[in-house]
């Protein structure tokens, strides 16, 4: 009865705050309004996970990677078995370079769930990717890949680090293959667009600058890098 309560009260602010106008800066309120009315509810029920993951969430929403951290890390120690929270947990901490995330990746990677363990060789090749070790990232990508071949996620990252390591002809292998799997991922056309113009194919990698432009027509690599060969 405690948790139908907690969701009958998350579900009333999240539905009287979305009853606003759509525009972005309401968007943004209704957010923190949400966020704070939670915190309300936490404080009574602080070791409810129900409560703490979408505060987490919503923390993250709002730009405050820290806080969302020290809440989806409350939320794993009050129950383990949680395995998108363990993910955006270790991804998070793999982006702000902390090893705390391999302990996290490592777990992950014991999954039966191969799509689990992937995540959890993915997160390794991310933390080791972001401090500057390429060789450690690739063959965790690669052990990504075979946990799951279909995780389009783990070759395009594979073909970043290589693309720095400048194994320009393996990065567009892996780019291939990640096409194969999502042909509408700006990011894919914007690494090859890249990876071509490293070997002079300018025509070329303007293409692929303009397609992951229209795919994602705020792309900011891709926009930058077009205007660049402009010039």
């Not at 209704?30 to 029920?45: F, P, Q």
């Not at 982006?95 to 060789?121: P, W």
Request: glycine content about 4%.
């Amino acid at each position: 009865m405690r948790f139908l309560f907690l969701f009958l009260m998350l579900g009333f602010f999240t539905s009287f705050f979305s009853s606003c106008d759509g525009k972005k800066s309401d968007e943004k309120l209704s957010t923190k309004n949400v966020s704070d009315s939670s915190l309300l509810l936490l404080e009574r029920y602080p070791d409810s996970v129900e409560l703490i993951n979408p505060i987490a969430f919503s923390a993250l929403e709002l730009g405050d990677t820290a806080r969302s951290i020290q809440l989806l890390s409350q939320s794993l120690g009050l129950k383990l078995d949680q395995p998108e929270v363990e993910n955006q947990l270790g991804f998070l901490l793999a982006a702000i370079k902390s090893e705390q995330s391999l302990l996290i990746a490592t777990r992950m990677t014991h999954s039966e769930k191969a799509l689990d363990a992937a995540r959890g060789h993915y997160i390794k090749g991310l933390f080791y990717a972001n401090i500057g070790n390429d060789k450690e990232a690739i063959k965790s990508f690669d052990s990504s890949i075979i946990s799951n071949f279909t995780f389009t996620d783990a070759y395009i990252e594979k073909a970043i680090s290589l693309y720095h390591s400048g194994e320009i002809n393996k990065a567009i292998d892996a780019l291939s293959k990640a096409m194969d799997l999502d042909s509408k991922n700006p990011d894919v056309y914007y690494w090859l667009g890249l990876c071509l113009e490293q070997k002079k194919e300018t025509e070329k990698a303007a293409a692929y600058y303009q397609e992951a432009l229209r795919l994602s027509p705020d792309h900011e690599g891709a926009i930058k890098s077009l205007n660049n060969l402009k010039k």
